[in-house]
Every structure is written in C-alpha cells, then in structure tokens.
C-alpha cells in the first residue's frame, strides 16, 4: 500500500534532550512537509522540502531542524532550543505543481515530561 | 495574501440530520480549496477539493461543497449524518501561484458532534 508512515506513534521528550521523528513515503512524491498542530489552532508549516537536498523555513521553524538526503524520508529533530515541544506533528507529501492535495501520515504526539 | 476562516469552531447535529460547516476564504489569485477530515489522534484525510472547475464538488462519504466566488464561501454539507462523521474538519486554501501544499493555509477546524 502506498502512504506516508509516521514513528513513532507517541513520543516522551526530558527537558533539554534532542529528538527526532521519523518520516517515510513510497508515493513517489518529489514534495514533503511538517506541520505542528495544536488545540484550537489548526496546522502550522514547520519546514518544507521540494526536492532531495533542500529545504526552507515554514512559519514556525525555530526550534526545529530537518534533512532531506533520500527523496522517501524526511526527519525532523525538535531541538532543546524548542520551548514548547508538546504537540501533535504532521508530516505529508504532495505532487509538484498548482492544486495539488498533501496526503498525510497519521502523526506523532510528542510531549516533554 | 490567503486566509481562511471557520465561521463555527463547534457543530452538534442529530444522526440522520443535514450538516453544514462553513469555510470563508480570501486569496489574491483564483484558488484552490480543500476539506479535510481528522478522527481523534489521526492524521488528515482529504474529502474533496476544488480545483476551477465545476464549482459543486463531490467528495467522499457523501459530502459535497460549492464554491462561491461572489460570497468567497466554500461551505461543507452533508444529507444525512452518520455516528462516523463525527469528527474535526478543516478547510484549506491554496493560491500559491506555484503550486505544491507549502501555499496551504488550514483554518482553524470544526468540531463536528454527532447526537445519536
């Protein structure tokens, strides 16, 4: 089945420590993305990646760090510098050019404890 | 500019009972608009989309939307509602002139309650 696979499903975070966030996709797609959610706030754009090597700053993207080296992945490290981590992360992919749609994985809860 | 806004943040229906969640948009080029769908701790799945052409669009599950350029709507129905429907929903714009889902922008969801 093509799709976009999210690990893992929860994460616990100590105050301080880096943490990475896994994102793969076998839907060919050149574009990819994370999104945080939170209560009442819809999603926010962290970091983008167009093509394999590049990426840029969404909205909110201090805090966090990603890398692109395979066109099927795209991690995300939330950073000790993040200072407030706790949220539910969205990762998706999408087909280059105009009305094209993100399809999404299930998501990753994070939470600092 | 593009901004989207969800005129209800909550919708409580009884099954059986029409749905209607309303979306407002606003976009300085012909857009593109999209609703979503989130079940509790799950990732989005897309209902339908508008793309320029037919401005009724048919989506998944029985809902539908239209586009209303003249009133910049693009509101959510459904006929009936069933338990499953319950859910948050998301309206999204895009009219980045470019392309690609980095010119999305979500509003900020409806919360939709289904009486049994």
């Known amino acids: 089945d093509g799709g976009i696979t999210q690990s893992p499903k929860y994460l616990f975070r100590k105050e301080g420590q880096n943490v990475t966030l896994s994102c793969e996709q076998n839907?060919?797609?050149?574009?990819m993305y994370w999104y945080r959610q939170d209560p009442g706030q819809g999603l926010r754009l962290i970091y983008y990646?167009?093509?394999?090597?590049?990426?840029q700053k969404g909205d909110i993207a201090e805090g966090y760090s990603v890398s692109r080296e395979k066109k099927e992945s795209f991690p995300l490290t939330v950073t000790s510098a993040q200072k407030n981590p706790t949220a539910f992360y969205l990762c998706a992919s999408s087909e280059a050019g105009r009305f094209t749609e993100a399809f999404f994985g299930q998501g990753t809860r994070l939470t600092v404890v | 500019a593009q901004s989207v806004t969800q005129l209800d943040s909550h919708v409580s229906v009884s099954e059986g009972t029409p749905v209607l969640l309303r979306c407002n948009y606003s976009s300085s080029y012909s857009p593109s608009l999209f609703w979503y769908v989130q079940h509790p701790n799950k990732g989005l799945q897309l209902l339908l989309k508008y793309t320029s052409a037919a401005t009724l669009v048919k989506g998944i599950n029985g809902f539908e939307a239209e586009f209303k350029k003249s009133e910049t709507s693009f509101h959510l129905t459904k006929p009936s509602a069933h338990m499953s429907d319950a859910a948050e929903y998301f309206c999204v714009v895009s009219d980045f002139p470019g392309g690609g889902a980095d010119g999305l922008t979500f509003g900020k969801g409806t919360h939709l309650i289904i009486q049994p």
């Open positions: 990646s167009q093509i394999v090597n590049d990426f």
């Open positions: 839907l060919n797609h050149d574009a």
